[in-house]
């Protein structure tokens, strides 16, 4: 295994920027999702890594070797495809045996090969059927199985399990948590389905129209987004984001939101203190806001609008001044449309946002390795 | 309501089914009288009224039309020119069908119009050209000349059926071959060319057909060297009754076999099932 690096990369097709300046380094055995919205550039990355797509620009490395310039068979990858292109006129045998055949095994050690590989991902009963003759999430395995069956550096994945079932989705993920974990494959994953991402990345890059705005573990994706974007993208609800407004009072730094007063800790007020404008975006998640049936000195007033119980907690839609917000509670809290309920935010939680570039003020520059 | 739409329906299918039948009758009647003429004596031939059902079969006058001396012969050419002419139009078809449907490359709806625009000359107006050049590189009255033009008269559409043939096979096939090992001609003999065969054998059906019909051109081109129909064409209309019925089931016979020979053993490849 080894690592994969790729060096202010572009490629356009046309005037499309596909993929803009992206630089990526995935360390040896890690594991890391590509997220972003539809047509951010996920595919061409990929395949530009994969060889299938020459760059405009910049290079790529796997394992400190350049390989630009080689065709895809040269570069000693695996990769699964977005509709899993496994082989039609093969049986799943001779699909998952296709790379060892190339690189002309011995037969043996094909067999031995393509029968591990198969109880890995549990076809091996498949294994002289032909691809017409299997569901959806059995191609799917043989697409993986195929992929690991051969020895390649790094394993590149598009949106593996994107046409599959919900039900068989939550089970093919988890299946590939704990293969991916046994085989210690370099790995490079794309999705634009966030919680696959989060769940199974070791890190996670966001993309967007082409570049990646952030890259670091899942939590802090999560957690601290870099910008609006992210914040809005990743997160079910997404992120509330609320209109505040900075000011000074006896000396203390003090964001007026919500109709309301927060005080942020001491950290953040340095850096409000620093901006040009008063004025920042208070991003805060659903599940960082306490709900309080009395008024409280720190807390805002709010009016419920709409109660979503979904089980494991509601999910409850409030006016918050002028603005709405969502906020989690338990699964047991009692609200009625229309009633008065106070929000204490957890200031510590919240992300403060630059107005104008849309960024996080704490954020500087994503770390990129 | 319901009642009517489900009746209307059935008058549909009716229709349908009706309309199928008059044109598979088009075709099969004359194919059946043919083949029963064939299989008759001189003198039932003869004969009038005529049975729709054989009294006697006999092999009398498919021998009369076999012993003639030129039938034999001429067959061979009709053969040997159809695989030349099959062979050549896929050889040189196929990979101009197989970039037409995967490269973009400068010019290509100018290429695939004026591929179509070949068509346009008619192959009367081309005969005598060819024929005269034909005679000066000493290839008059040989059947690699009839091939040429019948592969000429093919290509067009070889080229068209075969470009969406490889429409139809994924790129992204191809791409997994190349990312496991295989170079890109690999790609297309072990993964392309094989999800092709099947429409590349129509194609190639079709193309066969064509030449084995041919009149016009393998009748300029030749003299000794004839193929069957052209051979047949000139024959024909001096010859006995029994020998024309002779001659049309053969000229019948050897197409109808070799398309039902290439689609059943490909499309039993893969598990297309015939219904
Ligand atoms: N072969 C191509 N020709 C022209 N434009 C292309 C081509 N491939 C991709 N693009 C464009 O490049 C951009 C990025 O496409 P890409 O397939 O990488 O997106 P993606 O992030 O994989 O999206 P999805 O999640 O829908 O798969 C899109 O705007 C797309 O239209
Ligand atoms: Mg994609």
């Known amino acids: 295994m080894a690592e994969i690096h790729v060096e202010s990369v572009r490629k356009t097709f046309g005037k499309v920027k596909a993929v803009w300046d992206v630089d990526l380094t995935v360390h040896d055995r890690e594991f890391v999702v590509l ?13 530009c890594i994969a060889g299938l797509e020459q760059v405009d620009q910049g290079r790529v490395f796997i394992g400190q070797r350049d390989v630009t310039d080689l065709p895809p068979r040269r570069r000693q990858i695996a990769m699964v495809f977005q509709n899993y292109a496994v082989f039609p006129h093969l049986t799943v045998f001779e699909n998952v045996a296709f790379g060892l055949r190339m690189q002309h095994r011995p037969k043996d050690e094909i067999k031995k090969r393509v029968q591990s590989a198969a109880e890995l991902l549990h076809i091996e009963n498949l294994l002289d059927r032909y691809p017409s003759q299997l569901s959806g999430g059995q191609r799917q395995r043989v697409a993986v199985a195929r992929a690991i069956a051969v020895d390649s550096l790094v394993l590149l994945m598009d949106e593996p399990l994107s046409n599959l079932d919900a039900l068989l989705r939550l089970e093919m993920r988890a299946e590939l948590k704990r293969l991916l974990r046994e085989i210690e494959a370099t790995t490079l994953y794309v999705t634009h389905d966030q919680v696959e991402a989060l769940s199974l990345g070791d890190r996670i890059a966001v993309m967007r129209d082409g570049q990646i705005l952030q890259y670091d573990t899942p939590l802090n994706v999560y957690d601290k987004p870099a910008d609006l974007f992210i914040g809005g993208f990743i997160g ?18 003090i964001v007026r939101t919500g109709g309301g007063e927060i005080y942020p800790p001491p950290e953040a007020s340095a850096v409000l203190s620093r901006l040009k404008e008063p004025s920042v975006l208070v991003g805060i998640r659903a599940e960082n806001i306490e709900t309080l049936s009395a008024p409280a000195e720190d807390a805002l007033q709010a009016t419920v609008l709409v109660v979503e119980p979904l089980g494991s907690h509601n999910l409850i839609t409030m006016q918050l001044g002028p603005e709405q917000i969502k906020v989690n509670t338990d699964a047991d809290f009692q609200a009625q449309p229309g009633q008065t309920i106070w929000l204490r935010l957890n200031t510590d939680k919240i992300r403060w946002i630059d107005k104008a570039s849309g960024r996080a003020l704490d954020y500087d520059v994503s770390p990129q390795s | 309501m319901k009642r009517k739409t489900s009746y209307s329906r059935l008058v549909v299918r009716g229709l349908v089914y009706l309309v199928a039948v008059l044109i598979a009758l ?5 194919i059946y009288l043919i083949t029963i003429a064939a299989f008759s004596p001189k003198d039932v031939i003869y004969s009038w009224p005529k049975s729709l059902f054989p009294q006697t079969i006999s092999l009398e006058t498919l021998k009369f039309f076999v012993s003639a001396q030129y039938v034999l012969p001429s067959l061979r050419n009709s053969v040997v020119v159809a695989l030349l002419t099959l062979v050549i139009s896929l050889v040189i078809g196929a990979p101009a069908g197989y970039a037409l449907a995967r490269y973009i490359f400068r010019g290509k709806d100018i290429f695939r119009i004026m591929i179509l625009s070949t068509r346009a000359f008619p192959i009367v107006i081309l005969s005598i ?3 005269v050049t034909f005679m000066k590189w000493g290839l008059y009255d040989n059947l690699i000349s009839v091939a040429i033009l019948h592969v000429a008269m093919a290509l067009p559409t ?9 429409v139809g096979v994924s790129k992204e096939l191809e791409e997994a071959a190349t990312v496991f090992g295989c170079s890109r001609v690999q790609a297309f003999t072990r993964v392309a060319l094989p999800l092709a065969l099947p429409g590349l054998a129509a194609s ?26 052209a051979r047949l064409f000139i024959q024909l209309a001096a010859s006995p009754l029994p020998f024309r019925f002779a001659g049309g089931f053969f000229i019948l016979i050897p197409a109808i076999t070799f398309m039902f020979f290439i689609r059943r053993y490909l499309f039993s490849l893969w598990g ?3 219904k």
């Open chain 1, 35 to 47: 997220l972003g919205p539809s047509g951010c550039g996920k595919t061409t990355l990929l395949r």
């Open chain 2, 158 to 166: 070889t080229i068209l059926v075969t470009s969406s043939v490889f």
């Open chain 2, 272 to 274: 297309i099932t015939l």
């Open chain 1, 236 to 253: 079910n609800p997404p992120m509330n984001f609320l209109d505040g407004e900075v000011r000074t009072e006896d000396g203390r730094l």
């Open chain 2, 26 to 30: 088009w075709i099969l009647i004359p």
């Open chain 2, 204 to 229: 190639a059906i079709f193309t066969f057909v064509l030449s084995w019909n041919e009149v016009f051109a393998a009748t300029i081109l030749t003299l000794q060297n004839r193929t069957l129909p």
């Open chain 2, 129 to 131: 050209p060819l024929a």
